[in-house]
C-alpha cells in the first residue's frame, strides 16, 4: 500500500488561522497484482428465521453455494445458520476436503423461528477463529432480513461482540434483505469489522454481492489501516469529514484496502495564526498510517509517518491561488454524504419539506463547484431527484426501503467507497424517478426486429435496445430521450457503434442499455411495430413477474420441466441460451450465430424447449454460450438468458424502477 498527503491550499497568509481540507490518499501496491492471491476463510452466516420462508431462502440458499463454488481448493469455508436457535451447518473445512458435503448441507436449511443475529454471527466468528491462520485473509459474511429479537439484541453489546473478534483478525460484512432489518445496526457492524455493508431489495440480489465481497478479499493489499493525525502545536485542531470510527489513541479505522481503487480520508484542519515571517514553512502536523501489509506468507506490520506542512507568505500574494481539484472533489462526496444523513434525521421526524430542502439546496451548492465530474453529477442529479420526491410524495415516497437505500447510500459516500456505490446502483437499476413536467409526456416510436436484434427508430437515431447491457454506447453524447439528456459510453469492453453496427447487419447509432433503461417504464409491441417510453407508470399486464437485477441487467423467473428457474431478459440477444449442463442430450434443430459486446460473433447449435412465464407458455429455440461468457450466468446464479423472442407475439411492458415485467 502506498500512502500520500495533500492540502486543498498548500500555501497560506501568515499572521491569519486559516482552515484547510488535508486528504490522506490509500493506494494498492501494484506489485501485489501480479503476486498469487492470498487463501481465504469466509464464514458465511444466514438467517433461516419465519421471514426468509419461500423463493427469499431459496435465492439465498443459491447465493451461499455460488459463494463455495467460487473458492479455491485451499480456501476455507464454513456455514452458521440462524433462527431463535444457532445451527452449526457445515464446520469449516478446505474447498478440497468438504466436497458436495456442502451442497447437501444448504439443501436442508429450512426456515424457522424468531431471529437471534447476535448469537448465529457468533458461531460464524467461531468458526472463521477455528479456521484462522496467517495465510489466510478472514471474513465474516453475514445476511439477514429482519431485527434481532431474540437473545443479544442491543446495538452497542453486539458492537462489542464485533471488536473482540475483530481483534483476533475477523472481518465482519453485512447484508440486509428487503424492508424489515436494522440498517444502522448492520451499517455499525460492518464499521466496526473493517467490512462493507449491503442493501439488497430482494434475495436474488444475493448471488451478485457474494460474488462482489469475494472480489474484494480476492484482491485485498491492506489490512486493518489506521490513520492518526499528530498535531504540529496546541493551535492546530483536526476533525474528519468521513465517518470512520475512531479507536482509543485517537487513529481513524479505515478498514482494509483491496483491488485498484484508491481510498480517501479528508480531514478539516484549523490552524495559526502562524507567526509573521517573509516567507518559509510551517509545520501542521503528521500522518501516520499503520496497518497490516498482506504478504504471500500472512500479514506483517507496516507504518510509515507523513509530515504536512504549508508555505507561509503575505496575504496579498494569495488572490491568485486555486484548490487542488481532487482534494475538493472527495470533499464534495462527503458534503452529499452529510446531507443525506441530515435529512435522513428530519423525514423520520416527518419533517420532509426541511429534508427536501437540504438534499436540493446540497445539489445546487455542489453544482457551483463546476467539476466536471460524472461520478459527483450522478450524486449530485440522485440528491435533486430524492429531493423532488421527498417534497412531492412525502412519506409514500419515504419508505422503509428508501430509508436503507438513502442510509446505505450515505455509508458508501461516507467513506469514499464509489465502487459500492456504483455496484448497489447498477443491481437496483438506478430506480430513481426522473422530474415531471416535459419528462412526464410517454412518447412511442416504430421498432422491429432486425436479424432477431430489436432496433428502434428515433429521429435520425437508429437504437438498438439492449436491457442485457450494462451500459449505453454511442458515437456522440449526450442522447435525449423524453427531455432527459443521458451520457452515453464510446466503446464497452472494445465494442464500439460502429463495430456492433456490423454485427447487427445494419447501421446502429446508439445501443440503449440498462444503466438509461432502467430511469424509463417501456412497453415493447412488436405485433404493432412500437415501443413506448414513459417516466411515469405504464399499466402493467395481469399477472406481472418480480425482476431482478444482476449489474443493472433484469433477471426474472420462468418455469422449465416444472422448476422454477432464474433468466437474464435481454432484449439485445438473437437467440435465448441456457447452460451446457441444461442442453445435454437434446438433439439439435440447426446453427445459428450471434454476438456479445466485447466477445464478438460466434456460432452456436440451436436445440427448442418449452418455458413457463405466469400466464405464457412457449417453446424458444435456445443455444449455448461459449464457456467464457458462461462463466457468466454461474456468478449471477442464472440459468440462462430470455432473447428478443420473448417480446414476439405479446406485448411486453418492463417496468425496472418497479421492479416488475408483464407479458400479454
Not at 461482540?161 to 472481518?171: A, F, M, P, Q, T
Not at 465481497?213 to 493489499?221: K, N, P, Q, T, V
Not at 497490516?292 to 491561488?321: C, I, N, Q
Not at 447487419?505 to 412497453?523: E, Q
Request: glycine share 10%; with cysteine; net charge negative.
Amino acid at each position: 500500500m502506498n500512502a500520500d498527503v495533500k492540502l486543498d491550499f498548500s500555501r497560506v497568509p501568515h499572521g491569519e488561522p486559516v482552515t484547510l481540507r488535508l486528504m490522506v490518499t490509500l493506494r494498492p501496491d501494484a506489485r501485489r497484482r501480479e503476486a498469487p492471491r492470498r487463501a481465504l476463510n469466509v464464514a458465511v452466516v444466514l438467517d433461516r428465521s419465519g421471514s426468509m420462508s419461500g423463493r427469499k431462502l431459496e435465492d439465498v440458499k443459491d447465493a451461499a453455494r455460488t459463494l463455495y463454488r467460487a473458492l479455491g481448493p485451499a480456501d476455507t469455508f464454513s456455514l452458521a445458520a440462524f433462527d431463535d436457535k444457532v445451527y452449526a451447518v457445515v464446520p469449516p473445512g478446505t474447498i478440497a476436503e468438504l466436497g458436495q458435503s456442502v451442497d447437501r448441507a444448504i439443501d436442508s436449511l429450512q426456515a424457522g423461528g424468531q431471529t437471534d443475529l447476535c448469537g448465529g454471527y457468533e458461531q460464524g466468528c467461531r468458526f472463521a477463529v477455528k479456521a484462522a491462520c496467517a495465510e489466510r485473509t478472514s471474513r465474516v459474511l453475514l445476511l439477514t432480513d429482519g431485527l434481532a429479537n431474540h437473545g443479544v439484541v442491543e446495538p452497542p453489546q453486539i458492537a462489542r461482540v464485533v471488536d473482540r473478534y475483530r481483534s483476533l483478525g475477523i472481518g465482519t460484512s453485512t447484508v440486509g434483505v428487503g424492508a424489515g432489518y436494522n440498517e444502522e445496526l448492520l451499517g455499525l457492524m460492518a464499521e466496526r469489522g473493517g467490512g462493507a455493508t449491503y442493501f439488497l431489495r430482494s434475495a436474488a440480489e444475493a448471488a451478485l454481492v457474494f460474488s462482489e465481497e469475494l472480489g474484494d478479499l480476492f484482491s485485498i493489499d491492506a489490512a486493518d489501516i489506521a490513520v492518526r493525525f499528530v498535531p504540529a502545536s496546541v493551535d492546530v485542531r483536526a476533525t474528519q469529514l468521513n465517518t470512520y470510527a475512531i479507536d482509543g489513541d485517537g487513529a481513524w479505522r479505515m478498514g482494509d484496502l483491496f483491488g485498484t481503487q484508491p481510498r480517501h480520508l479528508v480531514l478539516e484542519v484549523a490552524a495559526g495564526p502562524f507567526a509573521p515571517v517573509a516567507e518559509g514553512k510551517a509545520a501542521l502536523g503528521t500522518i501516520e498510517v499503520r496497518w497490516r501489509r498482506a504478504t504471500d506468507a500472512g500479514f506483517e506490520p507496516a507504518s510509515v509517518s507523513l509530515p504536512v506542512e504549508v508555505t507561509l507568505g503575505p496575504k496579498e500574494s494569495m488572490g491568485g491561488l486555486r484548490p487542488d481539484r481532487e482534494v475538493v472533489l472527495q470533499a464534495a462526496f462527503l458534503v452529499a454524504a452529510r446531507a443525506i444523513e441530515k435529512a435522513l434525521g428530519l423525514a423520520d421526524e416527518q419533517k420532509f419539506e426541511q429534508a427536501a430542502g437540504v438534499l436540493a439546496d446540497t445539489a445546487t451548492h455542489l453544482d457551483s463547484f463546476a467539476l466536471g465530474d460524472p461520478g459527483l453529477d450522478g450524486v449530485i442529479a440522485d440528491l435533486r431527484d430524492r429531493a423532488a420526491r421527498m417534497q412531492q410524495e412525502r412519506e409514500q415516497f419515504y419508505s422503509s426501503m428508501e430509508r436503507k437505500s438513502m442510509y446505505t447510500r450515505h455509508q458508501h459516500l461516507s467513506k469514499n467507497l464509489h465502487g459500492k456505490l456504483s455496484s448497489m446502483e447498477s443491481r437496483h437499476g438506478r430506480q430513481r424517478p426522473l422530474d415531471a413536467g416535459a419528462h412526464g409526456v410517454p412518447r412511442t416510436f416504430p421498432c422491429y426486429l432486425v436479424n432477431g436484434h430489436l432496433l428502434v427508430e428515433m429521429g435520425e437515431d437508429r437504437v438498438l435496445l439492449d436491457t442485457g447491457s450494462p451500459v449505453s454506447i454511442g458515437g456522440q453524447s449526450p442522447f435525449e430521450l423524453l427531455g432527459r439528456e443521458n451520457i452515453l459510453q464510446t466503446s464497452y469492453q472494445g465494442a464500439t457503434i460502429d463495430s456492433l453496427g456490423s454485427l447487427v447487419g445494419t447501421r446502429i447509432t446508439v445501443l440503449l442499455g440498462a444503466d438509461i433503461l432502467s430511469r424509463y417504464d417501456m412497453r415493447i409491441d412488436l405485433d404493432a411495430g412500437t415501443v413506448q417510453f414513459s417516466s411515469s407508470e405504464l399499466r402493467l399486464g395481469a399477472e406481472p413477474l418480480p425482476v431482478g437485477f444482476f449489474q443493472g441487467v433484469p433477471i426474472v423467473e420462468a418455469r422449465m420441466d416444472g422448476a422454477a428457474e432464474r433468466f437474464f431478459f435481454d432484449t439485445g440477444a438473437k437467440l435465448s441460451y441456457l447452460h451446457s449442463s441444461r442442453v445435454q442430450g437434446l438433439p439439435p434443430v440447426g446453427t445459428d450465430r450471434d454476438f456479445f459486446p466485447g466477445f464478438g460473433e460466434f456460432e452456436v447449435k440451436v436445440v427448442e424447449r418449452d418455458i413457463a412465464l405466469v400466464n405464457l407458455r412457449r417453446r424458444l429455440r435456445f443455444a449455448t454460450l461459449p464457456r467464457l461468457l458462461e462463466m457468466s450466468l454461474l456468478l449471477a446464479g442464472v440459468t440462462g438468458i430470455l432473447g428478443s423472442a420473448l417480446c414476439e407475439g405479446s406485448p411486453v411492458v418492463y417496468a425496472p424502477r418497479r421492479g416488475l415485467l408483464s407479458i400479454g
